[in-house]
């Protein structure tokens, strides 16, 4: 979780790093797999996926290379800093 991120909300520790070790162990080939897996997840354009976590307290917003299972996060804040963003963009 990246060191700003954390300071500012360190209550968002436990539920991100869950979410990592589920992550860690998936193996996705198609977004409709990250939708089965996670069913709150929003599937945006751009194989780019938004996780609501912490109990719907901030976002992740990742970036996914399906035929190599890499996962890339684009965006971690709360919802305020996610209404900032573009999220197509980032």
């Given at each position: 979780m990246p060191g700003n991120f954390r300071k500012?909300?360190?209550?968002?520790?436990?539920?991100?790093?869950?979410?990592?070790?589920?992550v860690v162990h998936a193996d996705w080939v198609t977004s409709s797999a990250v939708k089965a897996h996670f069913r709150s997840a929003s599937i945006l354009m751009g194989n780019r996926v938004v996780f609501n976590v912490s109990g719907n307290q901030c976002r992740l917003v990742v970036k996914i290379n399906y035929p190599y299972r890499v996962v890339h996060v684009r965006f971690i804040g709360t919802h305020a800093e996610y209404d900032a963003i573009d999220v197509t963009t980032i």
């Open positions: 500012r909300y360190p209550k968002a520790k436990g539920p991100l790093e869950a979410w990592y070790q589920e």
